[in-house]
């Protein structure tokens, strides 16, 4: 066995999706996390990160538009 050798990981985007919702709430099993770790593509992992980040910051913005423009701020 080389220091060469990869493992190759089979996880779809969906599962981490799953895997980074789960992380934004925090409340994850460590076994559960412990299984993620070893079937996620780190890559996929970082792609649904960046997805998960941009829903996060679009409902951010979205929720102060709508205070904003319901004049509810200016009160």
């Given at each position: ?6 493992v190759e990981r089979k996880g779809s985007l969906l ?46 913005v979205a929720l102060v ?11």
């Amino acid at each position: 066995m080389s220091s060469h050798d990869t493992v190759e990981r089979k996880g779809s985007l969906l599962h981490s999706l799953r895997a980074v919702a789960w992380s934004f709430f925090g409340i994850r099993k460590r076994s559960g996390y412990a299984e993620d770790m070893s079937k996620l593509n780190p890559v996929t992992v970082v792609i649904a990160g960046l997805i998960g980040a941009a829903i996060f910051i679009g409902a951010l913005v979205a929720l102060v538009h709508w205070v904003v423009s319901s004049g509810v701020a200016a009160r």
